[in-house]
């Protein structure tokens, strides 16, 4: 005897299926557009959301569209609540796949940034190219043919660093460097995790890496946080040779609370050659503690992990505040999608910097980016590592020479291409 009751039941489960996939789709692909909320600490669950439609927008795309088809098919068009939920995961699917054109469109604002800081004869970046699988595996490789666990303080734990080196590279390589500090809200995080697809793509290419740890709050207060990195530093320009890298090209890298560190020492630590920085490259970070950072409540954060007291306190520790005309190379990049921290942090830095400071200002506000971005190697994150490396490459004035492969030389690029002119203004080389 047939069950006559098993059909409306698949319909059903097809039509509840359709409704809660094309809402849970449009809610994800919504916050992708524009951020449900800034309000800190919900802005964190808010920029987690809508990562997967802007920096997963295929796959979240296809997932949407096998949800639809299989409620499609257990019966979902035949009722009109299942209309409408696979009409929702239709629309969402279309705007997915525009967001991930946006992604792939990163490449003319990341070459216009370049423009605007070098000129038309400056760094171009190296053709985009699939991810190699060893990429997967480059951190572990790296760090292993380096050093890990390496005391720079007295600090225990919160005073260790890791080199990354590429194992063919030589010990007396002389290679450029460069530091990634990590993010946090200086308050989490540690060295391992952060700006892996820069450092690998960098040390495949002849440059050493290190990535630190810090004190963090807010066990810790202020300014513990950038003493450590300007200790880290001083170790980098003593002992960095050691490990095939040359004191004379130090960069700083960093995002968020890490990109507010970088950014800091590099504009403090420019005539002191034990913590000197050459080139600074920030992503989405917090630069005037003084100013609203989306959230209506960064004084509130800034003293409950790091940092009590007034307004001075603030104002001296934000880099804003602290441009001059001896500031180094800057290439700042910010999406204009960040539920976490605004655009318009990175926008006031970047109106300082080029009010004064005699060196290039790269900046690249990339469209609908969310904070963090460049966590994974996604297409737009491989975009902006070639771009970095081309920005660095502009202030260095050559290129490094790529470890085991003879045929490219240092200044040459592949084929024995020029690697690109010099930065302007007098900057490259190192010191």
Known sequence: MPDTEAVPRRRATGELLALVGGAAATLVTTAGYRPLTRRWPAAIGASLLAAFATELPRPTAAL???VALVAARRGAGRTVTGRVGLALATGSVAALLALDRRARATDGVLRDALV???GRSGPEPEPAAWLSPRAVTAPRRFRAAGARDVAYGPHGVANLLDVWRHPDLPDDAAAPVLVEIHGGAWSSGRKEGEGNPLMAYLVARGWVCVTVNYRLGPRHRWPAMIEDIRAALGWVHTHIDEHGGDPGFVAVSGGSAGAHLAALAALTGRDDDHSRVDAAVTLYGIYDLTADDGSGTLDQLLTETMMSGTAAGWTAASPTHRVSAAAPPFFVLHGTGDAIVVPEQSRGFVRALRSVSRAPV???????AQHSFDAL????????????????????????TRPGAAALVAGQGPGGAPAGPAAPNGVGGGR
């Open 64 to 66: 949407t569209g096998g």
């Open 116 to 118: 605007t800081a070098f």
């Open 377 to 400: 190697p996604t297409p737009r994150t491989m975009l902006v590592v070639r771009a970095v490396e081309a920005f660095l490459i502009g202030v260095l004035g050559h290129r490094p």
């Open 362 to 368: 790269a900046y690249a506000e990339l469209p609908y």
